[in-house]
T-cell receptor
Framework: GESVGLHLPTLSVQEGDNSIINCAYS??????FIWYKQESGKGPQFIID?????DKRQGQRVTVLLNKTVKHLSLQIAATQPGDSAVYFC???????????FGTGTRLTVIP | EAQVTQNPRYLITVTGKKLTVTCSQN?????MSWYRQDPGLGLRQIYY???????DKGDVPEGYKVSRKEKRNFPLILESPSPNQTSLYFC??????????????FGDGTRLSIL
């Protein structure tokens, strides 16, 4: 069936390095994608979003890349800091006002 | 401060004892939603509301009820809780009624344990 998935469940990076978290999707009709960060004991926090008419969007230290050809989404975090340690998950809108599906998440651990 | 507030944050109760988890947002958002989060399954939507007096089922609505009498509040009601409803619950809201087309703001969660 269709799913929002992640290539790696865990990712460890050295402080200061760049991080790349990947997300695969299978619904070619999906037109809006969003990344959330979830720290322990807290609710998901919005990081960045992108619509299907874009390939790339940048925020502060974060970049989201969308490759519609291979149905792949990635989140890049520049100069990863200890405060970036969290679970990151993507979500896709498969069409309509309320058709958002969430992935299961990747746990990012930053090694000091 | 703009926020979504859930209460209680933690609750241990027994099978069959009705409970309500409250959710309130102070951002005048139209859209509100309830999710449950279980290991390995990600966030799954229980119910959502696109405006006052407008509610609809999400992916896993069985065993739950909601109401939206006021714009700011969206309580989740478990009439007869069962152990399979043990989970971490999140309430979320977003500005317009198009909940899947914009960022949602989440509360900090309510951990329910049903014995």
């Amino acid at each position: 069936g269709e799913s929002v998935g992640l290539h790696l469940p865990t990712l460890s990076v050295q402080e200061g390095d760049n991080s790349i978290i990947n997300c695969a999707y299978s619904n070619s009709a999906s037109d809006y994608f969003i990344w959330y960060k979830q720290e322990s004991g807290k609710g998901p926090q919005f990081i960045i979003d992108i619509r299907s008419n874009m390939d790339k969007r940048q925020g502060q230290r974060v970049t989201v890349l969308l490759n519609k050809t291979v149905k792949h989404l990635s989140l890049q975090i520049a100069a990863t800091q200890p405060g970036d340690s969290a679970v990151y998950f993507c979500a896709e809108n498969r069409g309509g006002a309320n058709n958002l599906f969430f992935g299961t998440g990747t746990r990012l651990t930053v090694i000091p | 401060e703009a926020q979504v507030t859930q209460n209680p944050r933690y609750l241990i109760t027994v099978t069959g004892k009705k409970l309500t988890v409250t959710c309130s947002q102070n951002m005048n958002h139209e859209y509100m939603s309830w999710y449950r989060q279980d290991p390995g399954l990600g966030l799954r939507q229980i119910y959502y509301s696109m405006n006052v007096e407008v509610t609809d089922k999400g992916d896993v609505p069985e065993g739950y009820k909601v109401s939206r009498k006021e714009k700011r509040n969206f309580p989740l009601i478990l009439e007869s809780p069962s152990p399979n409803q043990t989970s971490l619950y999140f309430c979320a809201s977003s500005l317009s009624s198009q909940g899947a087309n914009q960022p949602q703001h989440f509360g900090d969660g309510t951990r329910l344990s049903i014995l």
